[in-house]
């Protein structure tokens, strides 16, 4: 109990004074996680509304594909990027393994399914409002898709949100591929999962409090736009 209390007291106290180590890891985690983010989202939402406007052979199945990646689990992910990345893959002579680029495209693959899917569904449904009258306004498919994007920003942007929660608490893939070296790839999940292991933990409780932090506020986000977007109804 006594080792207890004084893991929290050091995490509470490095958390307030802002430790330099757990806010240089804090800041890589948040720099790899947004750049997955923003890539995942150029990726994600126009698909989404390419889905939601066009009508192709295989549209319903690549539909379903996207929902059912949606639960892929991220140590395969972060398998196959390993073989991709790796000497003797097909891309290893960029020499990208072990570093936060292999973290970013292996978080991006996790969520380009996620974030697509809950974009699909609004998207889907705005287009059920604009069918008829973007038809007879006669409209290119670019300006259809870019109408539903704009119209549809906040249920987009919740989309997106709920994607960063998927990817900032991701340790598996991130952890193969990255590596957790210290000063180049270590964030916050691969960080816990050490000082646990080497039974610090006051710096362990430390990076899990910061990570709650972001989740409750990533949270507390969707939730407000949610609200915001349904109007006046809780």
């Not at 889907?124 to 006669?138: K, P, Q, V």
């Not at 430390?206 to 969707?222: M, W």
Request: charged content about 15%; proline content about 3%.
């Amino acid at each position: 109990m006594v080792d207890l209390w004084s893991g929290f007291s050091q995490a509470f106290w490095l958390v307030v004074t802002f430790d330099p180590e757990l806010a240089e890891i804090a800041f890589r985690s948040l720099r790899v996680t947004l750049s997955a983010l923003l890539v995942a989202s150029v990726i994600a939402l126009p698909l989404a509304a390419l889905l939601a406007v066009k009508r192709f052979r295989w549209r319903r199945w690549i539909i379903a594909i996207l929902n059912a990646l949606m639960g892929l689990p991220p140590v395969v992910v972060g398998l196959v990027v390993y073989v991709v990345l790796s000497r003797s893959g097909p891309l290893g002579v960029l020499g990208l393994l072990f570093t936060p680029t292999a973290m970013i495209v292996a978080q991006t693959i996790i969520i380009v399914p996620l974030i697509a899917s809950v974009a699909h569904q609004s998207l889907r449904e705005l287009w059920a409002e604009y069918h008829d009258l973007l038809i007879s306004m006669n409209v290119t498919q670019w300006q259809k898709i870019r109408t539903l994007l704009w119209d549809s920003r906040r249920a987009l942007l919740t989309a997106s949100l709920a994607g960063f929660g998927r990817a900032i608490g991701e340790v598996g893939a991130i952890m193969i591929v990255g590596g957790n070296i210290d000063h180049a790839t270590r964030v916050l999940t691969t960080a816990i999962a050490l000082e646990t292991g080497k039974g610090d933990f006051g710096l362990a409780l430390a990076l899990g409090f910061v990570l709650i932090g972001i989740a409750v506020v990533v949270n507390l986000s969707i939730h407000w736009l949610s609200r915001t977007e349904r109007g006046d109804r809780w």
